[in-house]
Nanobody, 123 residues
Framework: QVQLVESGGGLVQPGGSLRLSCAASGRIFSINAMGWYRQTPGKQRELVAAITRGGSTNYADSVKGRFTISRDNAKNTVYLQMNSLKPEDTAVYYC?????????????????WGQGTQVTVSS
């Protein structure tokens, strides 16, 4: 069983910063891509940032230059550093990791999701 645990959300004023973390645990063989998504009421979940195992990144246009995604492969953890936060960044943020687990004599790969953490940007 794999579990993803997120931390770091909260309330921050416009222009402020927050750092989200998401750690995976369990019978993990390897982790490929990691990413952060966000969702607001009535809207679809959208990709914020993603990072490959080798460190290649991509970002939503709305966060380029303000957010930075990084990972620590030894700790099975992905981070999202969010700077210059705006009210429109308010959302529930979810981490996603594409994880390969050991299954008997073989392996299985699929996406796992964190529980979500609320980020509110307001004065």
């Amino acid at each position: 069983q794999v579990q993803l645990v997120e931390s770091g959300g909260g309330l921050v004023q416009p222009g402020g910063s927050l750092r989200l973390s998401c750690a995976a645990s369990g019978r993990i063989f390897s982790i490929n891509a990691m990413g952060w998504y966000r969702q607001t009421p009535g809207k679809q979940r959208e990709l914020v940032a993603a990072i490959t195992r080798g460190g290649s990144t991509n970002y939503a246009d709305s966060v380029k230059g303000r957010f930075t995604i990084s990972r620590d492969n030894a700790k099975n953890t992905v981070y999202l550093q969010m700077n210059s936060l705006k009210p429109e960044d308010t959302a529930v943020y979810y981490c996603n990791q594409h994880i390969t687990t050991a299954q008997g004599m073989g392996v299985m790969s699929r996406d796992y999701w964190g529980q979500g953490t609320q980020v509110t940007v307001s004065s």
